[in-house]
């Protein structure tokens, strides 16, 4: 019985700490795996559109009359098939990841460097500033993100300056409406009443105070955006109102794969799937970000 006592307490001592080290290690696989996958993903992608003209077997424009509508693997120079004037399929994606990125991309800054500046400035000013700020932005949001693009695109004419610009100015209105929630909160901390007290004006508050504060989660939104405006340019181009052929975007290459989807699917499958990666590639990142910069997640 003595013999029996003692070993209980060893058999505890040594099966405790490796069920506790399996279960960290669960944890930390669960939290950070996905993450550090989306973030190879989106670093890959941005690689690729960078070296497109590097990476890519073929011009993306040429036209090869012998392999019309051929298959995967079908021709041994164009491994994801051809399209039906005989364009390379992967250097029109390849090329295409500069096109769909490049908006994504741009179209967030835009709307952040023109919506975070006036939240913050209705957040801590109110009065007059807040009330006209609000409701523009609230006339904005009333219509969703695709249609406010595909108006103002529709005016301006489908050219990459043009549809950065509409996609920024459609996703305007949700940093506005963020900075100024955040502002709301920062400016009743002590730190603001401090800087209010030794004589910081109200746009030295603003730029050293506020913004700093705000800008976590700025920044993990503006990247769960870029996942939106990718969607968003695919949507225009798809419906015709985004860079005209034979320019090559994820979404034109879709729109023009539409018609042969039942004898040649490989068009719009691979077009999709570069898409729905990106998309998956920068939510994943945001995550990421959130976890990084919030403070309220560091400790974990």
Known sequence: MAIARRADPVDLAVAVPADAARGAMRIYLRRWLPIGIGILMAVAMIVVAAAAPLLAPLSPSAQFSDAVLKGPGAVERHALGTDEFGRDILSRIIWGARISLQVGLASVVFGFALGVPLGILAG?????AEVSIMRVTDMLMAFPTLLLALIIVTALGGTLVNEIVAIGIALTPNFVRLARSLTLTIRENDYIMAARAIGAGQFRAMARHV????????????TLYIATAIRTEASLSFLGLGIPPPTPSWGNILSEGRQYIKCCPWITTFSGLAIMLA??????????????????????
């Open 124 to 128: 801590y000013r109110g009065a007059w």
């Open 279 to 300: 998309v998956l590639a920068f939510n994943l990142v945001g995550d990421a970000l959130r976890d990084l910069l919030d403070p309220r997640l560091r400790g974990e």
């Open 211 to 222: 913004f700093p504060n705000a800008l976590y989660a700025l920044v993990v939104v503006a």
